[in-house]
């Protein structure tokens, strides 16, 4: 058991803009339709088309949750999420 300085805290929010969109970029392969636009000082910026309001959200979280994200700006982050038809047999 050790000492946790400061440094050791904060180590994990020094990482690069570069560094942070290539984890960013490599969490969301998954998720087609979304890119990241741009990382600055840690704020991850998203944007495009998920499939839904529930990918989205994910998709946030996930950015959120990679070393050195500080926040994630989902402003040009969209759904498209088309109400299912619901046809009755008469």
């Known amino acids: 058991?050790?000492?946790?300085?400061?440094?050791?805290?904060l180590r994990l929010y020094a990482r690069s803009d570069e560094?942070?969109?290539?984890a960013?970029?490599?969490?969301l392969q998954?998720?087609?339709g979304i890119v990241v636009e741009a990382v600055e000082q840690g704020v991850?910026?998203?944007a495009g088309t998920a499939e839904s309001q529930a990918m989205a959200s994910a998709v946030?979280?996930?950015?959120?949750?990679?070393?050195?994200?500080?926040?994630?700006?989902?402003?040009?982050?969209?759904?498209?999420?088309?109400?299912?038809l619901i046809t009755r047999i008469p």
Do not use: C, H
Not at 1 to 7: F, S
Not at 19 to 22: H, R, S
Not at 24 to 27: E, G, H, L, Y
């Open 1 to 9: 058991m050790g000492i946790i300085t400061r440094g050791d805290v």
């Open 19 to 22: 560094t942070i969109v290539a």
């Open 24 to 27: 960013v970029r490599d969490s």
């Open 30 to 32: 998954a998720a087609d």
């Open 44 to 46: 991850v910026r998203l």
């Open 60 to 84: 946030v979280r996930i950015a959120e949750a990679a070393d050195g994200v500080v926040a994630a700006d989902a402003d040009r982050l969209e759904w498209s999420e088309s109400p299912q």
